[in-house]
């Protein structure tokens, strides 16, 4: 706490879009919204996490101290920097040092096996890891897997101990090497098309796929989004996404960008929030939609149990509109919206806002509309020769704009693939989603399904969502999943379903009734019962996982998650 220091009301703090607050140069880089909160609110709550709070200058000093030691002691320049920590003030405190020192940040999840995570770091090119306490255990582990010298910085830990004895090729920073005199308001010129982070998605051959996200990239997000919610110095921000999920930069940056409060969901609140959402009041709630099936299969979503909420967004998956109901009923002083938009697309890129009279009527196969593009961003629909479908028709949905990156990290072959012209549209360069969709008189876009998810039964062209549309009424639960299977190369003999229900499930009459809707070639063969269905670490459907079960238990008509 610094004695005297006034906390400015919000009219003290100039627009976003004045020129004051832009500093020496034209460009606004993504650490300038944290560093002038800091400025106008030094000592409002920037951070909340173990329960233990974070003012804006506390948390600015410990990404000073980190960004200092990445300037002084990498063993050469390079853009990106890697982050080893989990819901920790250092893992917050790391991507600030790291932005705040002119590099892009590239997180790494605990979560994840060894070996993934020394690809991801191996292809980054990273030569600095900042790694936080709760990493001790994983540490060893990766530095014995990579094969250039490091500079380890340890922010928290007083002592390396035996890791410099253990690993002698790298370096490593405790923290009481690191220097308490890095002026945190000094920040290198950033380049608009610079690299602020660095995320790894599946690759089709196996190998982690990087998305890179520029500077220029993310501030046009995050300037839309705070302008579109009206955010606040006095909202209170969820934090449910790991950092490897491109959603977790909302929380952050969205956040910080008008000096509000981030409150880190713990892990063991993640999938049940209830309580914590309740106890600090949170205003700003994002997260996956299946948080709402767990939520109301454990009777923990009751009408108008999150009255604090103002504003409820959800990404990453299919929206369902029975979850959009029961949400907007557990929250009724809140806006409910959809957002939609791939990691190459930068966080979201499309927003849908339920309205409890219109919406059931506008959802498409029982899932709330993708909805309308933001402003100053583009979209095309296409067929298979990436010619623009008429209107009505569907087709793969092309985006393009400022949110767009322009390639994948090191994969010229990929970025050719996915990012490309067509052929009425002149130079731009659109990037193929992979998602099928079609477009109402009014432009409101809708969700059809996975163009991979997309295959032929018996020669017909199959949507797997559709199939659960009709799953999702025959078995009275959102937790359905069709499965084709087996399936090769777009074809698949049948399909497979799995539900999750508290209550016993006969498959007899749910077969029927698939039997009454359904053409026989898209009707399940078996029903396969899960006490939960499996979730990924970003908390979405595991579909592979469900693959996987199907290899290994072929015979049995029941299968265990």
């Given at each position: 706490m610094v004695p005297n220091e006034r906390i400015l009301q919000l009219t003290d703090r100039p627009a976003a879009g004045d020129e004051s607050m832009k500093g020496s140069t034209l460009f606004r880089s993504l650490i300038d919204g944290f560093a002038e909160s800091a400025k106008y609110f030094p000592l409002r709550p920037a951070l909340v996490v173990d329960g233990q709070s974070f003012s804006y200058l506390t948390l600015q000093r410990m990404a000073g101290r980190i960004g200092s030691a990445i300037l002084q002691y990498e063993h050469e320049p390079f853009p990106l920097v890697a982050v080893l920590a989990h819901r920790s003030a250092t893992a917050y405190a790391s991507i600030l040092g790291i932005l705040a020192a002119g590099r892009g940040y590239v997180p790494l999840n605990l979560k994840f096996p060894i070996e993934r995570t020394r690809s991801m770091l191996s292809l980054s090119g990273c030569t600095v890891l900042v790694a936080g306490k709760e990493s001790m255990e994983q540490l060893p582990k990766l530095l014995a897997t990579v094969n250039r010298p490091l500079t380890v910085i340890l922010p928290d830990t007083s002592e390396a101990n035996a890791l410099p004895a253990d690993f002698p090729r790298h370096r490593f920073m405790a923290s009481t090497d690191i220097s308490t005199g890095y002026d945190f308001s000094f920040q290198p010129e950033?380049?608009?098309?610079?690299?602020?982070?660095?995320?790894?998605?599946?690759?089709?051959?196996?190998?982690?796929?990087?998305?890179?996200?520029?500077?220029?990239?993310?501030?046009?997000?995050?300037?839309?989004?705070?302008?579109?919610?009206?955010?606040?110095?006095?909202?209170?921000?969820?934090?449910?996404?790991?950092?490897?999920?491109?959603?977790?930069?909302?929380?952050?940056?969205?956040?910080?960008?008008?000096?509000?409060?981030?409150?880190?969901?713990?892990?063991?609140?993640?999938?049940?929030?209830?309580?914590?959402?309740?106890?600090?009041?949170?205003?700003?709630?994002?997260?996956?939609?299946?948080v709402i099936g767990l939520l109301a299969k454990m009777r923990l979503l009751s009408p108008d149990c999150f009255p604090s909420l103002r504003c409820s967004l959800f990404c990453g998956e299919p929206f369902s509109a029975t979850y959009a109901r029961l949400w907007q009923q557990a929250a009724p002083n809140s806006i409910v919206e959809n957002l939609y938009g791939p990691t190459e697309t930068t966080i979201a890129i499309s927003h849908y806002r339920w309205d409890k009279v219109r919406s059931p009527a506008e959802c498409l196969n029982g899932i709330v509309p993708l909805g309308w593009i933001f402003e100053r961003q583009r979209w095309s629909i296409v067929d298979a020769e990436r010619n623009i479908v008429s209107a009505g028709g569907q087709g793969e949905l092309c985006l393009a704009g400022s949110q767009v990156t322009s390639g994948y990290w090191d994969n010229p072959q990929r970025?050719?693939?996915?990012?490309?012209?067509?052929?009425?549209?002149?130079?731009?360069?659109?990037?193929?989603?992979?998602?099928?969709?079609?477009?109402?008189?009014?432009?409101?876009?809708?969700?059809?399904?996975?163009?991979?998810?997309?295959?032929?039964?018996?020669?017909?062209?199959?949507?797997?969502?559709?199939?659960?549309?009709?799953?999702?009424?025959?078995?009275?639960?959102?937790?359905?999943?069709?499965?084709?299977?087996?399936?090769?190369?777009?074809?698949?003999?049948?399909?497979?379903?799995?539900?999750?229900?508290?209550?016993?499930?006969?498959?007899?009459?749910?077969?029927?009734?698939?039997?009454?809707?359904?053409?026989?070639?898209?009707?399940?063969?078996?029903?396969?019962?899960?006490?939960?269905?499996?979730?990924?670490?970003?908390?979405?459907?595991?579909?592979?996982?469900?693959?996987?079960?199907?290899?290994?238990?072929?015979?049995?008509?029941?299968i265990r998650g």
């Open positions: 950033v380049d608009p098309a610079a690299i602020a982070y660095l995320l790894f998605t599946s690759g089709s051959t196996g190998q982690p796929k990087g998305v890179p996200i520029s500077q220029a990239n993310v501030l046009s997000y995050v300037q839309y989004v705070c302008d579109r919610y009206d955010v606040n110095e006095g909202d209170s921000f969820s934090q449910e996404f790991d950092l490897t999920f491109d959603l977790s930069v909302h929380d952050m940056f969205v956040c910080w960008e008008r000096g509000a409060c981030l409150y880190c969901v713990p892990d063991r609140s993640v999938m049940a929030p209830t309580k914590f959402i309740r106890e600090h009041q949170l205003t700003m709630w994002f997260s996956v939609p299946s970025t050719q693939e996915q990012f490309v012209r067509l052929p009425s549209k002149g130079e731009t360069v659109w990037y193929r989603t992979g998602d099928l969709v079609k477009e109402d008189p009014n432009g409101c876009l809708y969700y059809l399904g996975r163009m991979d998810h997309q295959v032929k039964i018996r020669g017909y062209r199959v949507e797997l969502q559709e199939i659960e549309a009709v799953l999702r009424r025959a078995c009275g639960t959102e937790q359905v999943v069709a499965v084709a299977w087996p399936a090769k190369n777009g074809s698949a003999d049948g399909v497979v379903a799995f539900v999750s229900s508290v209550r016993a499930l006969d498959p007899d009459p749910v077969l029927a009734y698939c039997g009454q809707v359904l053409p026989d070639y898209m009707v399940p063969r078996k029903i396969y019962r899960l006490d939960e269905i499996p979730l990924n670490t970003n908390g979405k459907i595991d579909r592979p996982r469900l693959v996987n079960l199907l290899e290994q238990t072929q015979n049995e008509t029941t």
